[in-house]
C-alpha cells in the first residue's frame, strides 16, 4: 500500500513527500533546482523525496523522508549532546567510546527549529557508516554499545518516520 519499496508504516508521511517532491522537479512551487539541491538528491537524500518551497520572501524549508526505500540512506534527528565538532568536520557519539565521524554536509544543524523539532538532523550512509574508537570518553553516554550498529540507527529514523516527523530544514 506505501508503494514501491516502502513498508505501510511510512506512506503517510512518504506519500505526501513524494507528490511534493514531484511537483518541485516540475516546477510548481516557486523554487528552481539548484546545483546544490542536486548535490543534496544525489548523495544525501537519494530516492527520499526531497522538496523545498518558499514560506515567506526571506526563508523557506526543505523537506525529506528519512529513510531510503533500500535502507542504505537514512536522516536521524539526534540531540545536540550526540553531535562533536572535530578538526576535520563531525563526530557522532555513538556510546562513551566510540564514534562515527562525519563530513561537515552530513549534519544538518537547525538555525531555527522547524514545528517544534529542536535536534539536529544527521545524514548516514551504510556504506560509510563506520564505529571508531574515540579519543576521549564521554561520561554522558553509557558504554552499551547498543548504538554501535547501522540497523540500529535505521531502527531510530524509521520510528522519527513512522510518527511523521520526516527531515524538514530552514534554508
Request: net charge positive; no cysteine; hydrophobic share 30%.
Amino acid at each position: 500500500m506505501g508503494g514501491r519499496g516502502q513498508s505501510s508504516a511510512s506512506a503517510g508521511a512518504s506519500s505526501r513527500n513524494a507528490a511534493m517532491h514531484e511537483r518541485y522537479m516540475a516546477g510548481e512551487l516557486g523554487t528552481k533546482v539548484t546545483n546544490h539541491d542536486d548535490f543534496l538528491m544525489r548523495q544525501v537524500f537519494p530516492d527520499m523525496n526531497y522538496w523545498k518551497q518558499k514560506e515567506s520572501k526571506t526563508s523557506g524549508y526543505a523537506h525529506a523522508d528519512r529513510v531510503s526505500p533500500d535502507r542504505s540512506h537514512i536522516v536521524v534527528m539526534v540531540d545536540p549532546a550526540h553531535i562533536r565538532e572535530t578538526k576535520y568536520g563531525y563526530a557522532l557519539q555513538l556510546d562513551r567510546d566510540n564514534v562515527a565521524y562525519l563530513k561537515s554536509w552530513q549534519v544538518m544543524l537547525q538555525s531555527e527549529p522547524y514545528k517544534g523539532q529542536t535536534g539536529v538532523n544527521v545524514a548516514l550512509n551504510q556504506r560509510y557508516f563506520k564505529v571508531s574508537k574515540a579519543r576521549y570518553q564521554s561520561n554522558d553516554f553509557a558504554a552499551d554499545g547498543k548504538n554501535l550498529t547501522y540497523s540500529e540507527w535505521v531502527k531510530a529514523a524509521e520510528e522519527q518516520q513512522r510518527r511523521g516527523n520526516t527531515v524538514s530544514m530552514r534554508y
